[in-house]
């Protein structure tokens, strides 16, 4: 008898502890369960964060580097397109050399090349060879300000530290005074390609350069009359003048030409951006010989 009540009360508590133990687990796997969606939906939460943008922005990651601002990405969709950036232009490395060009065209590739960067559109799509018209930022802006312009755009970058002049054309100027200001200030402090040539990359932007030859003329011919040389004198400034007028004229480029036009050239037909002469010198524009424009 003894026995039998000995054995139900090893039963019973065994039966207790059992669920004793049982009841720990559920709430540790409870816990852990709670614990875990917790912490996924603050990871989510963080990655909403991380991704917020003021803008909209097609991620990418480029592929190719083609020269100083021109590269290949390709999209999420798995596609892949020729970039052209917006708003800058670096010396020419490719189908002919300018100065600085190969030095452009590294620096864009030991930046971006094989990186994960965020495509922004203008007005424009894409330019007559099919190439995206893009800002292209390195990461993704939290707001649209200079200081995220200055350090978060590829383009920005590129004018900043010299290795490209401002190059706009409408419609897509939505950064254009940022680009203006940062090209002026790598100019100022003689960075990358204006060190090289204070005027720009090719041609200069409009200062007319003494005339050495009129120079050596004059010492060469010291018997002239003092009449001779007293007209020489006076005619000089007004030629100078003139030549200061000009450089304040409008003329006209087109979006891919190299070329700059008088007003009504049948060049014009397809694309017209109105510019200073003294701009387009500085930015490496000839004058065209069909409409002969100012020079």
């Known amino acids: 008898m003894n026995l039998k009540k000995n054995i139900n009360k090893y039963l019973i508590s065994l039966i207790t502890i059992v669920f004793l133990f049982t009841g720990v687990g559920c709430s540790d796997s409870s816990s852990s369960?709670?614990?875990?969606?917790?912490?996924?939906?603050?990871?989510?939460?963080?990655?909403?964060?991380?991704?917020?943008?003021?803008?909209?922005?097609?991620?990418?990651?480029?592929?190719?580097h083609v020269d100083g601002d021109?590269?290949?990405?390709?999209?999420?969709?798995?596609?892949?397109?020729?970039?052209?950036?917006?708003?800058?232009?670096t010396p020419e490395s490719t189908t002919k050399h300018e100065q600085y060009g190969e030095e452009a065209s590294?620096?864009?590739k030991s930046q971006i090349l094989g990186k994960t960067v965020?495509?922004?559109?203008?007005?424009?799509?894409?330019?007559?060879?099919?190439?995206?018209?893009?800002?292209?930022?390195?990461?993704?802006?939290?707001?649209?300000?200079?200081?995220?312009?200055?350090?978060?755009?590829f383009n920005s970058v590129l004018a900043l530290n010299g290795y490209a002049e401002q190059s706009t054309y409408p419609p897509d100027v939505k950064y254009a005074d940022y680009f203006k200001k940062f090209a002026a200030e790598a100019r100022q402090n003689s960075r990358g390609l204006w060190a090289i040539n204070p005027n720009g990359t090719t041609k200069g932007d409009g200062i007319a350069a003494p005339n050495t030859s009129t120079s050596s003329s004059s010492t060469s011919n010291v018997?002239?009359?003092?009449?001779?040389?007293?007209?020489?004198?006076?005619?000089?400034?007004?030629?100078?003048t003139t030549q200061s007028d000009n450089q304040t004229a409008t003329v006209y480029i087109t979006r891919t030409g190299e070329k700059y036009h008088a007003a009504g050239c049948k060049y014009l037909r397809k694309s017209q951006a109105a510019i200073s002469l003294s701009d387009a010198k500085a930015q490496g524009y000839e004058p065209c010989s069909v409409c002969n424009p100012p020079q």
């Open 33 to 64: 369960s709670n614990s875990g969606a917790q912490q996924n939906a603050v990871a989510a939460t963080q990655k909403q964060e991380e991704t917020k943008s003021p803008i909209k922005l097609d991620k990418a990651v480029v592929t190719k």
């Open 70 to 89: 021109t590269v290949y990405v390709k999209l999420e969709d798995g596609t892949e397109t020729k970039v052209r950036f917006i708003g800058v232009n």
């Open 106 to 108: 590294n620096y864009t």
């Open 118 to 153: 965020y495509l922004e559109k203008d007005t424009s799509d894409t330019d007559q060879y099919g190439r995206l018209l893009r800002y292209v930022w390195l990461e993704q802006p939290k707001e649209i300000n200079e200081n995220e312009i200055r350090t978060k755009m």
């Open 223 to 240: 018997s002239s009359s003092s009449n001779n040389s007293s007209a020489a004198v006076q005619q000089a400034p007004a030629q100078q």
